[in-house]
């Protein structure tokens, strides 16, 4: 695992920026995985800026976000898709025909679903870069403490701590979604790279455990430790628990 420590947030963005920007300007068909949440809306918007100054193009690139919530309909504000549309996707020149997110509709079955997830990454050829936040306790994607570290493509629910978390962006009448469809944490080992940004104070603790801790399942992000191309990047206020 190699961590890097940033002076701050913004560039923690810039910093990841460049990795995608790299990875999409040299691959012919790159395979993206990203995540929603806070933290990664400055590299999308960084990577914004690069395709406006066309230093990039997404128009061979396909991506996989890590989770969904159930539910709720793409077209709901609090959706992942609406996330990744209004983030990035309406943005750029990417064919939305190739972005994807684990989904499972009412009458589906969510295992068929989960296995169809992990082989349209397979078909796709396997993703080249996963990009992560983490959860205050520790959770990747939403793979909370206890979820096997041998996890595929699955529905979990979301524990108290990350409803609590994610509660402010929901306002007092809106309906939280208590499950949702996640890559499990052995499809993120799958990926080639992993690139996990972490900002803030209220990161550091799960940080700490992520990178010095036992590898376990009570720290989901820990099983990156066992990943050969696992790279943390950090502000200062993420990684003030490091010693
Ligand atoms: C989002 C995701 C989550 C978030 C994590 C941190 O797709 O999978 O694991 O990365 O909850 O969220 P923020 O960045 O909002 O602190």
């Not at 983030?87 to 068929?112: M, W, Y």
Request: proline content about 3%; hydrophobic content about 40%; some cysteine.
């Amino acid at each position: 695992m190699q961590v890097i420590i940033f002076d701050d947030a913004q560039q923690v963005a810039d910093s990841a920026a460049k990795w995608v920007a790299e990875l999409i300007n040299k691959k012919a068909k790159p395979v993206l995985g990203l995540a929603t949440g806070s933290t990664p809306i400055s590299l999308y918007q960084a990577l914004v800026k690069k395709y406006q100054t066309e230093e990039i193009s997404f128009k061979d690139t396909c991506t996989f976000n890590l989770d969904e919530y159930l539910g709720i309909d793409e077209n709901n504000v609090q959706s992942y898709r609406h996330f990744m549309n209004t983030n990035l996707f309406d943005h750029v020149d990417i064919d939305k025909s190739k972005t994807f997110l684990p989904t499972c509709a009412q009458g589906e079955n969510p295992r068929a679903q989960g296995l169809a997830y992990e082989q349209m990454i397979k078909e796709a050829g396997g993703i080249d870069l996963q990009i992560l936040g983490i959860g205050a306790n520790g959770h990747i994607g939403f793979n909370e403490p206890t979820s096997s570290l041998a996890s595929r493509t699955r529905i979990k629910t979301l524990t108290q701590q990350t409803l609590t978390d994610n509660s402010r962006l929901f306002s007092a009448d809106e309906f939280q979604p208590t499950l949702a469809m996640t890559m499990g944490i052995a499809t993120i080992l799958d990926a080639r790279y992993v690139l996990l940004m972490a900002t803030g104070e209220n990161k550091a603790k799960a940080v700490k455990d992520m990178v010095t801790g036992a590898v376990s399942a009570m720290c989901p992000a820990s099983a990156l430790q066992m990943h050969e191309n696992a790279i943390v990047l950090l502000d200062k206020a993420a990684a003030s628990q490091l010693e």
